[in-house]
């Protein structure tokens, strides 16, 4: 599926920084931006990635932060108080 088409049926641009635990430095933060298109309010994609993340990198989660726009929608359409012509 296009993205287009994704936007069409719903889906969001939707962005999720990631602070995680250092492997070899746990006391420490580092931070991982993510964006794809998703689904808003579940966010199925993103909720398979943190579980991919979980069973296979070594990095403990220690927050995710979710922003999510999206980027079509219908027009708007706004009435002009003035209508003049000129010739």
Same mark, same amino acid.
Request: aromatic share 12%.
């Given at each position: ?6 936007? %069409?049926?719903?889906? +969001?641009? =939707?962005?999720?920084?990631? $602070? ?8 420490? !933060?580092? @931070? ?17 990635? %943190?579980?991919?993340? +979980?069973? =296979?990198?070594?990095?403990? $989660? ?8 999206? !980027?079509? @929608? ?14």
């Amino acid at each position: 599926m296009s993205d287009l088409e994704k936007q %069409l049926s719903g889906y +969001r641009l =939707t962005t999720a920084e990631i $602070l995680y635990h250092m492997p070899d430095r746990p006391n420490l !933060l580092q @931070s991982y931006v993510w964006q794809d298109y998703d689904r808003a309010p579940e966010f199925p994609i993103l909720h398979r990635f %943190l579980q991919f993340w +979980r069973t =296979t990198l070594d990095g403990r $989660l220690h927050s995710v932060r979710v922003a999510s726009r999206e !980027l079509v @929608s219908p027009a708007r359409f706004r009435h002009v108080g003035i209508f003049s012509q000129l010739h």
